[in-house]
């Protein structure tokens, strides 16, 4: 698993992203990404980076609430087909739910149990240039606190091993 590279003040840029409370944890370079405990939850800096803040939208917390995934298994793709659908959502007031999804895309893991969406066959992509090669993602990650944030209790604690949800 990779090692993390996020530092703290690549942290305390995103801090305006979650509620005020919210405890990070120190920069420690020999935490790996899979590290998921009782105490602490893994996030990817992407999302926030891409213009998420937490608690996330319904939609997005939808989809790792019913997959079981945490938030760090989510390949870059996935937070931008997110992002785009949340604010088409936002923009049109069309309804796009994990059914309408689920319909055009799988969600596949291309080994280390990341995942990305994967069309259907005979379904189009529905967001196009999503699938653009990010380069540091996967170091690129931060620790925060559960009883700090909303519902972090609730939270996996554990990855996904599944491999094709």
């Known amino acids: 698993m990779e090692l993390c590279r ?9 801090r305006h992203c979650f509620l005020d409370g919210t405890i990070f944890w120190p ?7 899979d590290c998921v405990s009782d105490v602490w ?17 319904t939609l997005t917390q939808g989809l790792f609430t019913l997959t079981g995934l945490c938030y760090i298994q989510a390949l870059p793709m996935v937070w931008r087909v997110l992002y785009t659908l949340e604010h088409i959502v936002e923009q049109e007031g069309i309804d796009i739910g994990l059914s309408k999804l689920s ?7 291309h080994g280390s149990h990341h995942y990305l969406f994967k069309s259907k ?3 189009p992509h529905p967001i196009l240039k999503t699938t653009k090669n990010d ?4 170091n690129q990650f931060f620790f925060v606190r559960r ?3 909303p519902n972090g209790s609730h939270l996996p604690k554990k990855w996904n091993t599944d491999g094709r949800i």
């Open 6 to 14: 996020f530092t703290d003040p690549e942290v305390d840029q995103l």
């Open 27 to 33: 920069f420690d370079s020999s935490m790996k990404c």
């Open 41 to 57: 939850v893994t996030f990817p800096a992407t999302p926030f980076q891409i213009g998420f803040t937490y608690p996330f939208s």
């Open 103 to 109: 319909r055009l895309n799988n969600l596949v893991s």
């Open 121 to 123: 066959p005979q379904q």
């Open 135 to 138: 380069t540091n993602w996967r």
């Open 147 to 149: 009883d700090s944030i």
